[in-house]
């Protein structure tokens, strides 16, 4: 028997084309398709779930401030899911969504629990404290309780000084009205012992220090009813290179001369913050 033959016309040929355009133009659709799902899927994995049951995500800052509260995601009870971060008018009490204590890490570094608090300026040299050296009328704090030969030596600074604050701390060597004028040798270009000393009685700072000092014998004349005043600043950092704790300090001074062997301590000089 012998088999039929077709023999191919022009309008089936183009119908044969037609078909296979058709085919792959399925083909390509279903391809794309088939990438725009998966893209859709994966950036559904990073939404909040708005479903029952779905797991929700929450966005942790990296670099928390000390004084911010930043909460750890906990696990969310009705769900099972991984994790939820407590809303905010959630009880502070509430088991359920407590922030938990978090650890230092290499990208987030000291969580604020675990950031150190300062307490103390770091660690520094106190200032250099020149001595200036000026002439002033006569102060009624001298008396005839320290009156030494004609000569009255007094504190004449402040009672106190709050720490972080620079202060100005002084001295005055007198002459009494009645003695006339009168002379003194000093033993040092310093001229003047002013310090400041902790409770303890170890000398925290005192006048001139970070300056060279030599022994230079020199001779001053004092007109009788006026006064020699030093005067140096003080940074309120103490000898251990931290500022001075608040407390009660003692002022000692005294003048650097053969003449006056007198020195005086004074307590109740105040520090505070």
């Not at 809303?87 to 204590?101: C, D, F, Y």
């Not at 007094?154 to 005055?172: C, D, I």
């Not at 704790?245 to 000692?252: E, H, K, L, N, V």
Request: charged share 20%.
């Amino acid at each position: 028997m012998t088999e039929p033959m077709f023999l191919p016309t022009e309008a089936g040929a183009r119908d044969v084309r037609r078909r296979a355009r058709r085919r792959r133009r399925r083909q390509m659709a279903l391809a794309a398709a088939a990438v725009a799902a998966i893209a859709i899927g994966g950036s559904l994995l990073a939404l909040p779930g708005v479903g029952r049951g779905a797991d929700r995500l929450s966005v942790v800052p990296t670099s928390p401030s000390p004084g911010a509260s930043t909460a750890r995601p906990v696990a969310n009870p009705s769900a099972g899911g991984p994790s939820v971060a407590p809303s905010p008018g959630q009880e502070a009490g509430s088991t359920v969504g407590r922030p938990e204590a978090t650890s230092p890490s290499l990208l987030t570094g000291p969580a604020p629990v675990d950031s150190p608090t300062p307490t103390a300026a770091a660690r520094r040299h106190s200032a250099s404290a020149p001595i200036t050296r000026t002439t002033v009328a006569f102060t009624s704090q001298c008396d005839a309780t320290n009156d030494i030969t004609g000569w009255c030596e007094v504190y004449s600074g402040p009672a106190g000084a709050r720490r972080k604050h620079p202060v100005s701390l002084s001295m005055e060597l007198c002459r009494l009205p009645v003695a006339g004028d009168g002379q003194v040798t000093f033993d040092d270009t310093r001229e003047v012992d002013l310090e400041v000393d902790s409770p303890d009685g170890s000398e925290d700072w005192r006048a001139g220090q970070g300056l060279r000092n030599t022994q230079h014998p020199h001779t001053v004349t004092v007109r009788g009813g006026t006064c020699l005043r030093w005067a140096a600043t003080w940074d309120t950092i103490a000898s251990d290179g931290f500022y001075a704790a608040p407390g009660d300090y003692s002022i000692g001074y005294g003048v650097d001369s053969s003449q006056m062997s007198q020195f005086t301590s004074q307590s109740g000089f105040q520090v505070t913050d």
